[in-house]
C-alpha cells in the first residue's frame, strides 16, 4: 500500500505531471460566519458519493462571525481519514489570511484565489488559477445580499471541474443540503455551474490532483460524533438529561433534543423523557445524579471547564453510589483555553474527579460509531455499578463528519442492575443498602418510591455503614472503601475491552485511545512501509485498564504512549497500574496545539526516540 | 378497624391507616431546644394527617443542621442529604425521573441564600412540584454560628460582631421569581406552621417557607433577631390559617367578610382569616409590596403571602408521559429498528 504523499515538486507549471487520484488534502481558508459551511459539506458528499473515502475537519475559532476558519477535506483511496499535515489544494477566500495561508504550502500545491487578491505573485513554485467570484456570482444570483453567501458554490464548481468531480453527484448533494428548500438548491446549482464553467473555458488543468470513481463508501453514512452519541442515548433508553450550553458538546443535546422529540413520544402525545437546560453544570450534573438516584438513565454532556465544575458532584455520585452518564467532549484547556480545538487533556482529571479517593469508569470512543454503542454500555455499566460513567470524546470526534458503516441495532437487552423491587422486600423482609452480598463490591439498592415499608434509606456524602446509617467508625469508613475499590477491581472486566492489532514480530508496543487511533492507524502503516518496522497497537477504549494492557506491555520491549495532551496522562494512569518494573518499558509521546493528531508528526517522533 | 371498645384501645390510624408512628424518624442529633427539631415534629404531624404515603415522599436536602433533619423524621420515605447548596438539582433529577414522588426539600439560609442562591433562583423559576423549607437561623450552624445572608442589618453574633449587610428575604425573591406558594413561619408558632405545611402538602407547584428557627447554641443571645424572644415579640402573623383537606366535609361556617378562601388544585381550602384589609395573597405585586413595608417597619411578617394554585408545573411544561420515567419498560424507551433504519437512510 502506498502510504507516502506523492509529492511532485518540480516544475509545477508543467501539465505532464504524474497524476495524484484520490489522495488529497483540499483546505478552504475562510471567515467564520461567511457560510461556507454548506459548500464545504457538499465537496465533501460529492467526494463521499464518488466512493471515495474522505473526512473533513473544521478548524475554527471561538467567534461567531469574521474570524478565520479553515475547513479541510481529506480524499484517501486507502481509507486514511486522520488529519494530514500538508495541504495540496488551498482554496483561499479569506484576505486577512491568504498571504500565510499561500506561503505555509509546500512546492507544488494548488491555489484558487479571489482574482483581486493577486496571490499569484506570491511564490512562482505553486499552481494558480484565480476566479473572479463577484463577476460570477452576480448574474446567478440577482438578490445582492445572498451573494455573500453564493459565491461559496462557486468554488465547488471550479473545483468540481479541476478536480473531475463529477457533476451529477454534486447535484444530489446540493439536493440532500437543501434538502426542503427548493429555490435555495436550485440558486447555489446554478452557482456551481457558473464556477464549472468558468473554469472550463477559463482555467487550464494543471495541478496533478483527480478524483475518480471507486467503490469504498458504498452504504456508508456520514455523521459527527455528537449526533451519534445522541442516537445511541436515544436508543439506550435515555430519560432524563440535564445540560449546559458549552462548545464542543452542545450538539450532542441538541441533536438528541430533535431525535427525541420525533422518535420518543408516545401514542399518548407525551414524551417519555425530560431534557432541562440547566442553570449551570452544577445544576446539570446535580440532576443527573438526582433523576439516577430515582431510578432514570440519565445524562448530562459538557466540556473540560463544565467537568471542573462539576467535580464535587462527582465524588458524591462515587460514594453515595449514583449512577449516570456524562459525556466530555474535550477542548483545549486549561481554563477556556482553545475552545474550539481538540484535545485528549481531560483523561487524568476526570479518572480521579472530585476530593478524597475517588475513581470513575471512563469509555473512550475512537469513532462516531462507537460513540453510538459505547452511549448503550455507559448506561448500562452506570446502572450496574451504581456510579458515574463518563465518556471521553472529544472536538475532532463530536464536531466533525466522519463516514462510518451504518449502526446497528442494539441487541443486547437495556442492564438496569441492582434493583430491589416491593416484591423482592416483601421476599427479603429487608435490604442493607451498602451491603456487598455478591463478592463483586456492588450493593443492591430500591428506587424512591418503591411501596414498602423497608424499601427506603438515608442516600448520603457523609460515612456510612453497610445499612447506609451515618458512621464515624474506622472499620466502617474503611470497609466501605475497600468496598468501592472492588467495584473498580471488577468493572475491569466488564468495561470495553481494548482493540488490539497484531503486526509481523513487533519488540514495538502502541497504546492510543480515541480518535489518535486515526493517526496511529497511518503511521503504523508509514512505519512499515518506509522505515521496515513493524509495531503492535493496542488501543484503550475504557478505564479502569483490563489486564489485557500489562499484557501487552509484558509483550514488548518498547511501548509507545500516544496522546493529544501534554503531561502524557494516559502514560502517568498506566504507569500507576501497571507492576513496576514494566514502566521502564514505557515511552511517551503527547503533544497538545489544537490540531487532530496527524501520522507524520507520529512516524518522525517514534523513529527519532527510536534513535533512526 | 375494631369499634368496640378493647383493654389495650387501637393506635390512631389516619385515612391510609397508618399511626403517627409510621411517620417518625431517627433520634435527633441536633443541639435541645433547636428550632430545626420542633420542625421535624410539625412536618409529622402534617404528613399523618393528610395521610400522605410516607414511600412516595422523598427527602432531599443540602449540607447544614437543617439539611441533616431528614434522618429524624418519616425513616420510610427515601432521603438524599447531597451537597451544599445544590438540593435544589437533586430534587428536580428525582422529580423528573418519578412525578409520583411528593418531593419535601430542606435546607437552611445559608444552603439556600449563600452557596445555593443560583439553584435556589432557578428552581423558583420552573414551578417544580416541591415543598421547599428553609430552616432559617439567620447563622451556619453546623459550622459554629458565622453569619449567613439571611441575617438582619444590624444583629449581633455572639462574639459581638454586627451584621452590616441586607438580608436576602428568600420570600419576596421566591414571590419574584415564580413560585406559586409562598409563606413564612416560625418554628415556636406550633399552629400556623402545621396549618401551612398541610396546605402545602395540597399545592401542585413550587412551595417555599421560609420557617425562622432559632439557633440555641449560636444565635439565640440579646441582639439577635433570630431567637426566640426576638420572634416573641416581633413576629406579625399576616393572617390566621386554617386548612380544610379535600377528603374532609367542610363543615365550619366562615365569614366572608372577614376570610379569603383559597380553592386548591386537589379541591382543598386554605382559610386566611382576619386578613389585613384589601390583602389579596393571590396579587403576586402586593405581596411583594408588603413584604418590602414590613422590613421596613422591623416587623417578621408570616403567614401565606402568596399563592397560585392553578398556575402549570414544570412537569406539565415539559410534556412528561403519566408514567414515572425511571421505570418506563424497554419498548417504551428503544425505539424500533425500523427507526434506525430511517435514520441510517438519512445519512447516507
Ligand atoms: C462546598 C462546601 N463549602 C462549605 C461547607 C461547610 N458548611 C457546612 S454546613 C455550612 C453552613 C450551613 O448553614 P445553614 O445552611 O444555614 O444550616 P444550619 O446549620 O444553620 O442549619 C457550611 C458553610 C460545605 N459542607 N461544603
Ligand atoms: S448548632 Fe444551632 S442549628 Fe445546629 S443543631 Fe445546634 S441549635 Fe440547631
Ligand atoms: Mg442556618
Redesign the pocket.
Known amino acids: 500500500m502506498a502510504t507516502t504523499d506523492i509529492a511532485l515538486h518540480q516544475d509545477s507549471g508543467s501539465v505532464e505531471r504524474k497524476r495524484v487520484v484520490n489522495n488529497m488534502s483540499i483546505q478552504v481558508a475562510t471567515v467564520n460566519g461567511s457560510g461556507s459551511q454548506s459548500s464545504n459539506t457538499v465537496l465533501l458528499r460529492s467526494i463521499f458519493q464518488m466512493g471515495v473515502p474522505v473526512s473533513g475537519k473544521n478548524l475554527f475559532p471561538s467567534n461567531i462571525a469574521g474570524l478565520p476558519t479553515w475547513y479541510t477535506i481529506r480524499a484517501n483511496k486507502d481509507g486514511y481519514i486522520a488529519r494530514k499535515k500538508e495541504i495540496d489544494f488551498l482554496i483561499a477566500m479569506n484576505v486577512e489570511t491568504a498571504r500565510e495561508d499561500v506561503m505555509s504550502l509546500a512546492p507544488g500545491a494548488a491555489v484558487l484565489y479571489d482574482e483581486p487578491l493577486k496571490l499569484d505573485a506570491l511564490r512562482s513554485d505553486l499552481v494558480f488559477y484565480s476566479v473572479p467570484y463577484d463577476k460570477l456570482v452576480a448574474p446567478v444570483c440577482p438578490e445582492a445580499k445572498l451573494r455573500k453567501l453564493v459565491k461559496n458554490m462557486i468554488y465547488v464548481g471550479v473545483v468540481a471541474k479541476l478536480l473531475d468531480i463529477e457533476m451529477g453527484e454534486v447535484e444530489k448533494a446540493i439536493r440532500k443540503q437543501f434538502a426542503k428548500k427548493v429555490k435555495a438548491a436550485n440558486l447555489n446549482l446554478a452557482a456551481v455551474q457558473a464556477g464549472y464553467d468558468y473554469a472550463a473555458s477559463s482555467l487550464t488543468k494543471r495541478d496533478p490532483y483527480f478524483v475518480q470513481r471507486m467503490n469504498k463508501t458504498a452504504g456508508k453514512i456520514i455523521i459527527d460524533g455528537n449526533a451519534a452519541a445522541a442516537l445511541g442515548c436515544m436508543f439506550a433508553g435515555v430519560t432524563v438529561v440535564a445540560w449546559y450550553p458549552i462548545t464542543p458538546s452542545s450538539s450532542l443535546p441538541e441533536t438528541l433534543i430533535e431525535y427525541m422529540k420525533e422518535h420518543r413520544v408516545g401514542p399518548d402525545g407525551k414524551a417519555t423523557f425530560a431534557i432541562v437546560q440547566a442553570e449551570d453544570e452544577l445544576a446539570a450534573i446535580g440532576m443527573v445524579i438526582g433523576a439516577g438516584w430515582a431510578g432514570a438513565r440519565s445524562m448530562t454532556a459538557t466540556a473540560g471547564p463544565g467537568i471542573s465544575l462539576m467535580a464535587?458532584f462527582a465524588g458524591l455520585a462515587y460514594y453515595a453510589e449514583v449512577p449516570g452518564v456524562v459525556w466530555d467532549i474535550q477542548r483545549v484547556g486549561p481554563s477556556t483555553g482553545l475552545p474550539t480545538r481538540t484535545s485528549q487533556g481531560d483523561i487524568l482529571s476526570t479518572a480521579f474527579l472530585s476530593h478524597g479517593d475517588t475513581k470513575h469508569i471512563l469509555l473512550i470512543p475512537c469513532s462516531v460509531a462507537e460513540c453510538f454503542s459505547m452511549a448503550q454500555d455507559a448506561f448500562d455499566l452506570a446502572e450496574q455499578f451504581q456510579t458515574l460513567v463518563f465518556v471521553m470524546s472529544d472536538l475532532d470526534l463530536g464536531m466533525n463528519n466522519w463516514m462510518s458503516d451504518p449502526f446497528t441495532y442494539p441487541e443486547k437487552p437495556i442492564q438496569r442492575g441492582k434493583v430491589l423491587t416491593k416484591e423482592d422486600l416483601d421476599r427479603l423482609g429487608g435490604f442493607a443498602r451498602y451491603k456487598d452480598v455478591d463478592g463483586d463490591g456492588i450493593g443492591y439498592r430500591t428506587l424512591p418510591g418503591t411501596p414498602h415499608p423497608a424499601a427506603a434509606y438515608f442516600t448520603r456524602g457523609t460515612g456510612h455503614n453497610e445499612h447506609s446509617q451515618y458512621s464515624e467508625r474506622p472499620d466502617d469508613f474503611e470497609t466501605n472503601m475497600d468496598r468501592l475499590n472492588r467495584k473498580v477491581e471488577t468493572a475491569r472486566s466488564f468495561v470495553p475491552a481494548p482493540e488490539l492489532m497484531h503486526g509481523d514480530k513487533a519488540k514495538i508496543g502502541i497504546i492510543a485511545y480515541g480518535t489518535s487511533h486515526w493517526a496511529i492507524l497511518e503511521a503504523r502503516d508509514q512505519l512499515r512501509n518506509e522505515y521496515g518496522v513493524e509495531t503492535d497497537y493496542l488501543r484503550l477504549r475504557a478505564y479502569p485498564f483490563s489486564a489485557a494492557v500489562e499484557e501487552f506491555i509484558e509483550q514488548h520491549d518498547r511501548v509507545y504512549v500516544i496522546e493529544q495532551n501534554r503531561d502524557a496522562q494516559m502514560h502517568s494512569m498506566i504507569k500507576l497500574d501497571i507492576r513496576p518494573e514494566l514502566v521502564t518499558r514505557l515511552r511517551s509521546i503527547a503533544h497538545i496545539h489544537g490540531l487532530p493528531l496527524d501520522a507524520r508528526s507520529v512516524t518522525d517522533e517514534l523513529m527519532s526516540m527510536e534513535g533512526k | 378497624m375494631a369499634t368496640t371498645p378493647t383493654s389495650t384501645p387501637a393506635p390512631k390510624t389516619n385515612r391510609i391507616g397508618l399511626t403517627v408512628l409510621d411517620y417518625r424518624g431517627g433520634k435527633t442529633t441536633l443541639c435541645a431546644g433547636c428550632g430545626?427539631n420542633a420542625i421535624s415534629e410539625r412536618i409529622i404531624d402534617a404528613m399523618y394527617e393528610m395521610g400522605v404515603p410516607p414511600e412516595r415522599v422523598i427527602k432531599p436536602s443540602?449540607?447544614?443542621?437543617?439539611?441533616k433533619s431528614p434522618a429524624y423524621f418519616m425513616s420510610r420515605s427515601h432521603s438524599f442529604n447531597a451537597?451544599?447548596?445544590r438540593m435544589p438539582s437533586v430534587a428536580t433529577g428525582a422529580v423528573l425521573a418519578n412525578r409520583r414522588l411528593i418531593a419535601l426539600g430542606l435546607?437552611?439560609?445559608?444552603?439556600?441564600a449563600s452557596?445555593g442562591i443560583g439553584q435556589f433562583v432557578h428552581l423558583m423559576r420552573r414551578n417544580l412540584p416541591i415543598i421547599y423549607i428553609i430552616?432559617d437561623?439567620g447563622?451556619?450552624?453546623?459550622?459554629k454560628g458565622q453569619f449567613?445572608a439571611t441575617a438582619d442589618l444590624g444583629s449581633k453574633l455572639k462574639t459581638g460582631v454586627i451584621n452590616d449587610l441586607p438580608p436576602i428575604d428568600t420570600c419576596a425573591l421566591a414571590i419574584t421569581l415564580g413560585a406559586t406558594f409562598v409563606g413564612r413561619s416560625f418554628s415556636g408558632d406550633k399552629k400556623q406552621l402545621h396549618a401551612m405545611l398541610k396546605a402545602a402538602i395540597a399545592h401542585q407547584g413550587t412551595v417555599m417557607l421560609d420557617v425562622v428557627s432559632p439557633?440555641v447554641t449560636f444565635n439565640d443571645h440579646e441582639g439577635s433577631t433570630k431567637s426566640y424572644k426576638y420572634m416573641k415579640d416581633h413576629e406579625e402573623p399576616l393572617q390566621d390559617i386554617s386548612f380544610v383537606p379535600s377528603f374532609e366535609e367542610i363543615d365550619v361556617e366562615y365569614d366572608p367578610g372577614t376570610t379569603v378562601e383559597v380553592t386548591m388544585h386537589d379541591g382543598s381550602r386554605l382559610r386566611l382569616s382576619k386578613v389585613e384589609e384589601d390583602y389579596d395573597p393571590t396579587h403576586r405585586i402586593n405581596a411583594i409590596h408588603r413584604l418590602h413595608e414590613a422590613h421596613d417597619k422591623g416587623e417578621v411578617l408570616t403567614g401565606v403571602f402568596y399563592v397560585n394554585p392553578q398556575a402549570p408545573t414544570f412537569i406539565d411544561m415539559l410534556n412528561m408521559t403519566d408514567e414515572p420515567l425511571a421505570t418506563l419498560p424497554e419498548s417504551a424507551v428503544r425505539p424500533g429498528r425500523e427507526v434506525l433504519e430511517q435514520v441510517m437512510e438519512e445519512l447516507r
Do not use: A, F, K, P
Open positions: 464535587e | 430545626h443540602g449540607i447544614g443542621c437543617s439539611s451537597v451544599h447548596g435546607s437552611g439560609d445559608g444552603d439556600s452557596i430552616e437561623n447563622v451556619y450552624g453546623l459550622t449567613s439557633c
